[in-house]
């Protein structure tokens, strides 16, 4: 992203037209930015059994999808919705691994049907579950067991999930004990290990222990005669908001497989979660400003991106950066400290708190590092249609959501 003929561009796109031609709010994303995080995990793993699965919770818009299937990615799934999507995105079921706590009976078996590769279960209950379901349809459930280690991410507390006091995972003491149950199932074959300690995770020294950790599991449970084929690492890998400096995914790996070579693991697949740190900075959202309003204590500016198109900040009080399309001229009665705030009727609806801003109605803003969790988890509260997102290649952009109606909105719902 760079300011260009004085107007901010993605890739050799300016901002301003797509937002002419397409409206605001809008996501906007850069191809080649996506690739080239998606480079850094590639180079890190040259020469290694690996596959790597894009958690497609951060952002999981068909065309994104595409994109990495094209490029040879496999996918993470936490949903049957997120099969759904992944098959119709082109994606290889046999890339394709499903996460998460609460998998009911039906999504297990349309992940069965699909021949998906693994999945990663998360307590003795689920094993017992996924076991029935599999017997049931005459197959063989591959399975992993996420652990947890116990290992603190440094990160938001909702984003954390490697702790003991985290729904997730099965504690490392219980580990063991577990294998030998799933070992037992006539409708499983285990096949690997993972775990997932948190997400923006900004520092080494947590991946390293949860690896320590991990390794130490791999052992033990090959020792009582359970081969684990693949390790599943999980994903985590912070971006930079707010000047974070966290490791390249290449130096995070030199580090990582380092440890599992030291260890003797040298052969084993390895296989990782990645969702925000391949998606996360390549994607802006485009916003105008409505309004500029001088309250008794604070300025306000509003934009007509709200909590429901970004809602990071409401919900762990995230940093987004917010830059505005054009140079700001030199406007001086217009220069002020803003809180950038949405039209929704909330005062968590938020953006961005004291940012200092030269604006005035009509001028747009581009709030940044929007690719990961952003469209994602955006809802229609307020009736607000969801935002429309065009993907740039060069000097091409296509559209790849349309904005959402009210009519779309209101399309399941029926009367009395
Ligand atoms: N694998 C598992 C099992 C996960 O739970 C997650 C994210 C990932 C992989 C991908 O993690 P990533 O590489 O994106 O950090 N909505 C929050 C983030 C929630 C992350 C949940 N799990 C946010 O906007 O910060």
């Not at 006091?165 to 285990?190: D, M, P």
């Not at 969702?275 to 204590?297: H, I, P, Q, W």
């Not at 004291?354 to 109605?361: F, G, I, M, P």
């Amino acid at each position: 992203m760079a300011y260009k003929n004085d107007s901010l561009h993605v890739e050799n796109v300016a901002l301003a037209g797509l937002a002419m031609q397409h409206q605001t709010p809008l996501f906007v994303y850069s191809k080649a930015a996506m690739l080239s995080a998606l480079a850094a995990y590639q180079r890190g793993f040259a020469g290694r059994k690996a596959l790597i699965c894009y958690a497609m919770k951060a952002n999981s818009s068909l065309a994104v999808l595409q994109l990495f299937a094209q490029n040879g990615c496999g996918f993470d799934i936490v949903s049957g919705g997120e099969l759904a999507r992944v098959l119709k995105a082109g994606a290889d079921p046999r890339k394709v691994i499903f996460s998460g706590v609460g998998k009911t009976k039906t999504e297990m078996r349309q992940a069965l049907d699909a021949g998906i590769a693994c999945f990663n279960v998360e307590s003795i209950p689920e094993l017992d579950v996924l076991n029935d379901v599999a017997l049931s349809v005459g197959k063989v459930a591959p399975i992993s067991l996420r652990v947890n280690p116990n290992v603190d991410p440094k990160t938001h507390p909702y984003i954390s999930t490697g702790l003991k006091g985290n729904k997730f995972g099965i504690a490392h003491e219980e580990a063991l004990v577990t294998y030998r149950h799933a070992a037992s199932l006539k409708g499983l074959r285990v096949v690997g290990i993972d775990c997932h300690i948190g997400s923006q995770i900004t520092e080494v020294t947590p991946y390293l222990d949860a690896m320590d950790r991990v390794l130490d599991l791999v052992a033990n449970v090959e020792a009582a005669g359970i081969p684990i084929h693949h390790i599943d690492f999980g994903g985590g890998l912070g971006i930079n908001y707010n000047g974070d400096t966290p490791p390249e995914a290449d130096a995070l790996w030199t580090q990582l497989l380092a440890k599992i070579d030291a260890r003797g693991f040298a052969s084993k697949q390895l296989m990782i979660e990645p969702g925000r740190s391949l998606v996360g900075n390549a994607g802006v959202c485009v916003t105008e400003v409505l309004y500029t309003k001088t309250g008794s204590d604070k300025n306000f500016c509003i934009v007509d991106a709200a909590m429901n198109d970004l809602p990071r900040p409401a919900m762990y009080q995230a940093f987004h950066g917010i830059v505005p399309c054009k140079p700001q001229p030199v406007r001086p009665a217009q220069e002020a400290i803003y809180d950038v705030v949405g039209p929704v009727c909330e005062s968590g609806d938020w953006l961005g708190k004291d940012r200092a801003l030269n604006v005035k109605s009509g001028d747009l803003l581009a709030v940044l590092s929007t690719g990961a969790y952003c469209m994602a988890m955006a809802s229609n509260y307020n009736t607000r249609g969801r935002a429309a997102e065009v993907l740039v290649d060069g000097d091409m952009a296509t559209l790849i959501r349309v904005r959402e109606t009210a009519e779309d909105q209101m399309k399941m719902e029926r009367m009395l």
